[in-house]
């Protein structure tokens, strides 16, 4: 199985480094440190800062802004580095394995679920789910990757906050200017591109993951709602080339995200419907 995560190193190097917390991945990395964008290391931002030294090319001492307790907590050598494969397949067997550790059916009404037996039944994109109680995910759709982690992060972290019918832009959520870079490379930029080369990208959306036109927000060429997750609306707005003025795409979110799975949660599943729109983009002969 397949998953957006970044490959991981681990920072540890010596016998005593064992017992310290690991750092799997870029933006576990990003998050320790200021996220101010100095330059002071010699990077551009604090994100490619994070991919050096995931890569093993800078140590995480090299950030003179880093705090000296996090550095001694986190180390800042890398040692061994596991696979891809081997780091989506752990990524995914424990948020398996937490899955299974709860109640789905009490979980149920704050995730905008239904209790089946000891099953949940999620709508994703509008599709039943089922998620079994040691945590396997079946449904008549496909269940693609991307999409199988954010499902756990929601079922584990969604508070149950009720809508509140408006929107928001990512950067508007919690945290949400922190991975608002990140967030524009990964998710509202390759989209873009898509809809951009791919002209039924917004029918297809409809179609596919059941979205639905809505008014013309921001004074948008296209506005197309999508419910990813029960209490997850996301509204896509695109805005066509005109009249020398580049094309533009955003996605917008319900405050209550914040409650309902959170800024994190959301980027994964944004990029991981960005992934699938390229990928779906491809298919139809569209290089993206
Ligand atoms: S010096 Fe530290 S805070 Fe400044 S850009 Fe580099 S990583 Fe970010």
């Known amino acids: 199985m397949e998953f957006f995560t970044t490959p991981s190193n681990h920072f540890l190097k010596n016998k005593e480094a064992l017992h310290m917390p690991q750092l799997n991945n870029t933006i576990e990395i990003l998050k320790i440190l200021d996220r101010t964008n100095c330059g002071d290391c010699g990077e551009k931002t604090c994100l490619a800062f994070a991919a050096e030294v995931f890569n093993g090319r800078k140590t995480l001492g090299q950030c003179p802004h880093i705090d000296p307790e996090t550095l001694k907590k986190f180390g800042g050598e890398i040692s061994t580095r596991s696979t891809l494969e081997e780091d989506q397949q752990k990524a995914f067997d424990e ?20 209790c089946r037996g ?17 945590g396997t995910l079946s449904s008549d759709i496909h269940i693609n990757p991307w999409i199988a982690l954010p499902i756990f992060n929601y079922i584990l972290s969604c508070g149950g906050a009720p809508e509140s019918g408006t929107w928001v832009p990512f950067r508007e959520l919690k945290d949400g200017k922190a991975w608002q870079g990140l967030f524009r490379r990964q998710c509202e930029t390759p989209l873009k591109n898509v809809a951009d080369r791919y002209t039924d990208l917004f029918n297809d959306m409809i179609e596919l993951f059941n979205g639905k036109k809505v008014d013309n927000h921001y004074d948008s060429d296209i506005s197309l709602a999508l419910r990813p997750l029960p209490k997850i609306p996301m509204l896509i707005c695109y805005w066509r080339p005109e ?26 599943l944004t990029a991981g419907i960005a992934k699938m729109f390229g990928k779906i983009a491809a298919r139809h002969g569209v290089s993206v």
Do not use: H, W
Request: charged residues 30%; glycine residues 10%.
């Open 95 to 114: 948020m398996k394995e937490k899955i299974s550790r709860i109640d789905l059916c009490e979980k149920a009404e704050a995730v905008g679920g239904e």
């Open 118 to 134: 000891p099953a949940l039944i999620l709508k994703v994109f509008g599709k039943n789910v089922k998620v079994a109680p040691d």
């Open 243 to 268: 009249d020398g003025l580049e094309s533009d795409l955003n996605l917008f979110f319900d405050p209550a995200t914040d409650q309902n799975g959170g800024t994190e949660m959301v980027y994964y």
